[in-house]
């Protein structure tokens, strides 16, 4: 058990011991200027492990994801995703500033879009109408739990994009709880898609940083959109060399954080007044809603720092997330604090 026992996010995990010091001993150079060799490591080790040409790191998740919406689409366009997708209402609005693209949004089952209702919303080539462009699909899905899109899902989407001459994209910011959870290998996971943005800053414990991978092409014009958007990073490599750690040391054990999500939801399933859908804890997410009480949510907060029990609560429901610095001890811990406060 640790002294704090932190469920809001999986981004609030610290660098190991392994990672500092890889920081400490990685070769530096200039990101800008082509001379960064641990950066270009990671991105090339991040691209072979993914099954594409090249790979660019990136700050963040949502740099990734908005570098390729604005590679495929141009100002004006539409793109097609989940109604819950984190690039729809999580990226404070940038692909409408960046890309100036507009969103055609569909309402999934569990993240999961219907390919029949895609398809049905991708518009004609008419002067009217806005050109659809992309499809995005992410992996897992953050706001339906940490939800799993399913392989045949994802073909299925990919036979629609290839119909219609649409690019895919995939928001693969937890791909890597995708994979340890259902063994697809990652290579077959990302083969159907243009690009993927994966995030090492979450589950994998970097402190910063996600990968963008897809054709070297793409990725060279993304390196220009990273510069314009205030991407390049210098000695980026002390960063990359946490990240060379997270995607050869860190993916495996992600099958921890999944049973100790599930015990954490398991112990939920049946307290006081909670509402927790089970079918959708499958990877290192859970949301739960405890209907009524919505007023004592602040004081709540309070009470379970008290207890040493950090969660988060968005409108109606809490989201609690596990992680590398949270251990089944620190379940325990969660708990029994909510048995006490839900009474």
Same mark, same amino acid.
């Given at each position: ?137 992410? *992996?897992?899905?953050?706001? &339906?739990? =940490? ?7 994802? $073909?299925? +989407? !990919?036979? @629609? ?98 049973? *100790?999500?599930?015990?954490? &939801?398991? =112990? ?7 509402? $927790?859908? +089970? !079918?959708? @804890? ?62």
């Amino acid at each position: 058990m640790h002294q704090l026992s932190d469920f809001r996010s999986d981004t609030v995990t610290l660098p190991t011991p392994e990672m500092r010091a890889a920081m400490a001993k990685a070769e530096l150079g200039d990101d800008v200027l082509g001379t960064e060799p641990t950066a270009r490591k990671l991105e090339e080790m991040t691209a072979e492990l993914l099954g594409k040409e090249a790979g660019l790191f990136v700050p963040s998740g949502t740099m990734g994801n908005q570098i390729a919406i604005a590679l495929h689409c141009k100002p004006g366009d539409e793109l097609i995703c989940e109604f819950g997708a984190h690039t729809y209402n999580n990226e404070s609005g940038a692909l409408a500033r960046i890309a100036q693209a507009q969103v055609r949004p569909v309402h999934g089952k569990m993240g999961v879009m219907d390919p029949a209702e895609v398809e049905r919303l991708i518009r004609p080539n008419n002067i009217h109408n806005p050109r659809t462009a992309l499809i995005t699909v992410e *992996n897992t899905h953050n706001a &339906a739990g =940490g939800t799993i899109v399913p392989n045949e899902n994802v $073909l299925a +989407l !990919a036979e @629609v994009a290839k119909r219609y001459g649409l690019k895919y994209h995939l928001d693969g910011a937890r791909l890597w709880n995708a994979h340890v959870a259902t063994g697809q290998s990652l290579k077959e996971m990302c083969a159907p898609f243009d690009t993927i943005s994966v995030c090492l800053s979450k589950g994998l414990a970097s402190p910063v940083g996600s990968v963008l991978v897809g054709s070297r092409v793409d990725i060279e014009r993304g390196r220009y959109l990273r510069k314009q958007l205030g991407g390049g990073m210098r000695q980026s490599g002390l960063l990359a060399a946490c990240g060379i750690v997270s995607i050869t040391k860190m993916i495996d054990r992600l099958k921890d954080d999944h049973a *100790n999500a599930r015990a954490l &939801a398991e =112990g939920f399933n049946g307290m006081k007044g909670v509402e $927790l859908d +089970l !079918a959708t @804890v499958q990877t290192n997410i859970l949301y739960f809603s405890i209907p009524g009480r919505e007023g004592e949510f602040d004081a709540w907060l309070e009470r379970l720092r008290e207890k040493q029990v950090l969660a988060l609560y968005l409108g109606t429901r809490w989201r609690m997330v596990t992680h590398n610095d949270v251990d089944g001890e620190d379940v325990k811990r969660a708990l029994v604090a909510w048995k006490d406060i839900l009474g």
